[in-house]
């Protein structure tokens, strides 16, 4: 499938190449609409960072999120049948399930998603984690939850399927001001990779800056919470669920690499780089859940900051300014609503797409303006 934007057609403008950016842009290119992503830099999307869980059950959501991170989990598979249709890339995607590991059966019982897991023993809990430390004594499995290698192959294809669609991409090109007139969006000012300022007209955007958001916007309350991570490599086969601990998770992907997370450091602010008492943290944490895994070798370490909230939900839909739309503040569960984000997103700004009421009242509880 190629596709080329009308000349004469002015692009919605998607301010943040990451992945919201990446996947609103695809649903709009889809749509028919002409589409151009700008993009500081690629390589800081937390995009490219994530662990790839889709686990809204392992994660202990509640109301609101808890509906909207469900409904996002049963888009996922159209979602990647789309992406990998249109870029010809595989996705990654992997129903491995998610074992919760708790260390009593009281503590399994009260956690917030118990109804939707099946419950384990110690014995079932050692069926499906070989090897789990002597502290877990019972446990919850939500097969139904899974995982999506967005780091390697999701994010590559969501680019590649954007441009096949004919979405057009200025990559080192930062948004430093938005432009109104009467709260009524009117331009972008951009600098450049060379340090070119430029004014690019437009009346549509998609604010998806991630952490960086109120850099653009000072009125959204979002800021960065600070992750490091580190992989590993298994024998084939060797963990077959993700577990996730209290503190820290560990996901196999197919190819026997086992990506290990994360910190979770709201002090850091922006800082860069890993530090050892982070990656002391999280071989601790590998110690206390599964204590073989100790002796595997790791294969990379790396960081980035998740877009969090106050209550740690993201802001959708309209915001302060009329022709700007938001779609950022998803902090540690991007990748799980990242196909809902995107379908929800590219009806309101088609606005061709009526939003079913049911929509319409999920979307209402992730104004910008509900703090
Ligand atoms: C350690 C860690 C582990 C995680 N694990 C999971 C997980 O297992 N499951 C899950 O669902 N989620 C997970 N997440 C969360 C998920 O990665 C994020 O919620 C998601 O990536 C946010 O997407 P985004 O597009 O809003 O931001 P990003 O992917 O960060 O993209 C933002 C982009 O905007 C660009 N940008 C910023 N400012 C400007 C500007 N002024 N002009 C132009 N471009 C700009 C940046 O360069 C960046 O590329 C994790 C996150 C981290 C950090």
């Excluded at 992945?19 to 490219?48: N, Y």
């Excluded at 294809?157 to 669609?165: F, G, H, N, T």
């Excluded at 110690?287 to 998740?306: D, H, K, Q, S, T």
């Amino acid at each position: 499938m190629n596709a080329t934007q009308p000349a004469s057609e002015e692009p919605v403008l998607i301010l943040g190449g990451g992945l919201m950016g990446l996947a609103i842009a695809h649903q709009l290119a889809r749509r028919g609409l002409a589409v151009t992503v700008l993009s500081r830099r690629r390589s800081e999307a937390a995009g490219f960072v994530a662990a790839g869980m889709l686990a809204p059950h392992a994660e202990g959501l509640s109301g609101s999120l808890l509906s909207l991170g469900q409904r996002s989990l049963e888009r996922v598979p159209s979602w990647v049948a789309q992406i990998e249709a249109d870029s010809g890339l595989p996705c990654g995607l992997r129903t491995t399930g998610i074992v919760v590991p708790f260390r009593s059966p009281e503590e399994r019982d009260h956690y917030p998603t118990a109804a939707f897991g099946a419950p384990l023993n110690r014995d079932q809990l050692l069926q499906e984690v070989p090897g789990l430390g002597p502290d877990w004594r019972a446990g919850l499995l939500f097969a139904q939850d899974g995982q999506i290698d967005n780091r390697r192959q999701l994010m590559r294809a969501l680019e590649s399927a954007c441009v096949d669609r004919g979405v057009l991409f200025q990559e080192g090109v930062e948004v430093q001001e938005l432009l109104r007139e009467n709260d009524q969006l009117k331009a972008v000012r951009t600098r450049n990779a060379e340090g070119r300022i430029t004014t690019q007209p437009c009346s549509k955007a998609v604010l998806c800056s991630g952490a960086w958001s109120a850099q653009l916007l000072p009125e959204l309350p979002i800021f960065p919470v600070k992750g490091q991570m580190l992989s590993l490599q298994t024998p084939r086969g060797a963990l077959r669920r993700v577990i996730f601990g209290p503190g820290i998770y560990m996901v196999p992907r197919e190819d026997g690499l086992v990506v290990v997370g994360a910190t979770s450091e709201r002090e850091a602010g922006f800082s860069e780089g890993l530090t050892p008492h982070g990656q002391t943290t999280l071989k601790e944490g590998i110690a206390a859940l599964l204590p073989e895994a100790v002796n595997w070798p790791p294969m990379e370490r790396w960081w980035g900051f998740r877009p969090c909230t106050p209550d740690e939900s993201p802001l959708l839909g309209a915001s302060p300014i009329h022709g700007l739309w938001l779609a950022c503040g998803h902090h540690r569960n991007g990748v799980l609503l990242a196909a809902i984000t995107a379908e929800l997103l590219s009806k309101l700004v088609t606005n061709t797409t009526a939003l079913s009421n049911p929509e319409q009242s999920l979307l209402d509880h992730f104004r910008w303006d509900r703090f």
